[in-house]
């Protein structure tokens, strides 16, 4: 490590590590190539950045390209991409207004959310990405918005509970889901029954789990913002991924920072996602967590389990 470099590049590249949207990362990037000291020591470094903000660039740019062809492609963002689909006024916009910060459209007539709009929902130190979007029905369903699910890592259909013909619109619904080819193996569908705040819906929500054992219904109001606590660490856990976490030797992890990994990978695996340098040169790895004691030597095919810290050694 070259010396002499500043606490404005140290700050930048703290940003970087943490910074969780393409945005972010760009920003931090461009202020770590603006702090770094300018000198024989540091070009390596300087070359490594640019190379990088360029890889940025590349992918923001070609992302504005698609999402003007497409507008039913969202980027991804976060340790999941998660969308909430269903019939008109079913409760969508409400459900992503009361998890996330994104400015979506909530009203009383249908059809008011004309593109999807994401959002970002928190679980302990890991955000996932919810994504509002327009209704569907039997006659608005287009297969550009149908390929859009598909790519997500889970859909979340709401029902409105307190209609007395949510049986049918979650049946039709989730017909229209798997007909239209929304949905695909390795990717998980729950259904949200809504508006459990009004008269009769609680129990309409008790029915619709009864005759859809599968679907993990979960009785929520955006109202009264009943089930509303539950649904992040809920879908979290659907996602099927791992937090883990890296260290230096003789340095403490960063426990807000975890790499977010599928579940079932291994040393190797977490290696690569950090850097292909580190994945080139580490010669051995210990474990904090899962392994049978703490700091043991494990293999590079070691299966990390959550919260699992790792030291590698180059
Ligand atoms: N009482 C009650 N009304 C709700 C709830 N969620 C949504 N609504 C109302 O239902 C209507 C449609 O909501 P919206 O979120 O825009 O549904 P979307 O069309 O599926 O996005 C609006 O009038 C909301 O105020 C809820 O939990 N309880
Ligand atoms: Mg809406």
């Known amino acids: 490590m070259p010396a002499n470099l500043t606490p404005q590049y140290l700050e930048a590249e703290e940003a970087y590590r943490r910074a969780k949207t393409q945005q972010e990362k760009l920003a931090a990037l461009e202020e770590m190539l603006r702090s770094i000291p300018k000198h024989k020591g540091t070009e390596k470094m300087q070359a490594d950045i640019k190379r990088r903000i360029a890889k940025l660039r590349d992918e923001a740019a070609r992302a504005a390209k698609k999402g003007k ?110 007909e239209g080819r929304a949905t695909r193996d390795g990717q998980f569908l729950d259904v949200l029954a809504t508006k459990v705040d009004l008269a009769g819906a609680a129990g309409n929500a008790e029915l619709l ?59 190797d695996d977490l290696a690569r996602a950090i850097h292909k340098d580190l994945h080139r040169n580490m010669k051995a790895a210990r474990v904090w967590g899962s392994a049978r004691f703490d700091g043991q030597p494990v293999p590079r095919d070691y299966v990390l389990a959550d919260g699992d810290i790792v030291e590698f050694r180059t």
């Open 209 to 267: 789990a009864e005759v859809f054992p599968d679907l993990h219904i979960q009785p929520v109001s955006s109202q009264t913002m009943q089930g509303m606590d539950l649904l992040p660490r809920n879908v979290f856990l659907r996602l099927g991924v791992i937090r883990v976490y890296s260290k230096p030797p003789g340095r403490q992890p960063d426990l807000e920072a975890p790499f977010v990994l599928k579940e079932g990978s291994t040393v």
């Open 69 to 178: 062809a497409d507008p039913y492609r969202v980027e991804r963002e976060g340790a999941g991409q998660v969308f909430v689909v269903g019939p008109p006024n079913s409760g969508k916009s409400s459900v992503v207004a009361a998890l996330t910060s994104a400015k979506v459209v909530v009203a009383d007539y249908p059809f008011a959310t004309s593109a999807p709009v994401p959002g970002m929902m928190k679980h302990e130190n890991v955000l996932i990405q919810l994504v509002d979007t327009p209704p569907i029905t039997p006659d608005t369903f287009p297969p550009a918005m149908a390929a859009a699910l598909r790519g997500g890592d889970g859909l979340l259909v709401t029902i409105d509970a307190s209609s007395d013909d949510c049986l049918d619109m979650l049946e039709e619904c989730v017909g229209l889901l798997r």
